[in-house]
């Protein structure tokens, strides 16, 4: 089966770094997702990794070791509209000839304090 | 460019009933996939649909069943509700059948009485 570990919750203050940290087990994988959801809205997407290293986009980078089944969201210069729950997301493919599906964590819900 | 679009918004039904919610992808997405969110969990995905056929089904019952529509709009449905089915359907879209990125609807807020 498939399986992600993600803490649950994290706090944090204005300005300063966090580190989001997931580890999964899965079969088949392609890739790992960080989604960003707020309350009563819906998951946007903000980053992928397919291959081990570190993407950057803005505030926001995403690490990824393929070898060692773990990824991090890290986030910089937090901000109070970054209050919100962070999920990590495997793609894999379960099965020959299926496409490939998101199998999510269960979110870290980050509180940025002023 | 209008985002991905479900109705309805909530619902509330008892158990035993029918269900059917929809959903309308972003323009030129070919591919529909269907998640169940219950509170303080991640989405589970249910189904995904690319070019009317079923490309992939999670762990789900056969109460659990859907279609896709000539114009990529699709459907969900579930039979038999029971309590455990209260929670919030979201509805991505994408262009292709293995796009990285999903696009999310902001859901139906289902409610088994």
């Known amino acids: 089966g498939q399986s992600l570990e993600q803490p649950s919750e994290v706090t944090a203050v204005e300005g300063a770094i966090v580190q989001i940290n997931c580890t999964y087990q899965?079969?088949?994988?392609?890739?790992l997702s960080w989604y960003q959801q707020h309350d009563g809205g819906a998951p946007t997407f903000l980053s992928y990794?397919?291959?081990?290293g570190l993407e950057e986009t803005g505030r926001f980078s995403s690490f990824l070791s393929r070898s060692d089944s773990y990824g991090y969201l890290l986030l910089q210069e937090l901000q109070m509209k970054d209050s919100a729950s962070y999920f990590c997301?495997?793609?894999?493919?379960?099965?020959?000839?299926?496409?490939?599906?998101?199998?999510f964590g269960s979110g870290t819900q980050l509180t940025v304090l002023p | 460019d209008a985002g991905v679009t479900q109705s309805p918004t909530h619902l509330i039904k008892t158990r035993g009933q029918h269900v059917t919610l929809r959903c309308s992808p972003i323009s030129g997405h070919k591919s529909v996939s269907w998640y169940q969110q219950v509170l303080g969990q991640g989405p589970q995905f249910i189904f995904q649909?690319?070019?009317?056929?079923?490309?992939g089904r999670g762990n789900f019952p056969d109460r659990f069943s859907a279609r896709q529509f000539p114009n990529y709009s699709s459907e969900l449905n579930v039979n038999a509700l029971l309590l455990g089915d209260s929670a919030l359907y979201l509805c991505?879209?994408?262009?292709?059948?293995?796009?990285?990125?999903?696009?999310f609807g902001p859901g139906t807020r289902l409610l088994v009485l």
């Open positions: 997301a495997v793609r894999a493919q379960i099965s020959s000839g299926s496409a490939r599906q998101l199998t």
């Open positions: 649909y690319y070019e009317k056929e079923e490309r």
């Open positions: 990794n397919a291959l081990d």
């Open positions: 899965t079969s088949g994988f392609y890739g």
């Open positions: 991505a879209s994408s262009p292709w059948r293995d796009q990285e990125t999903q696009y």
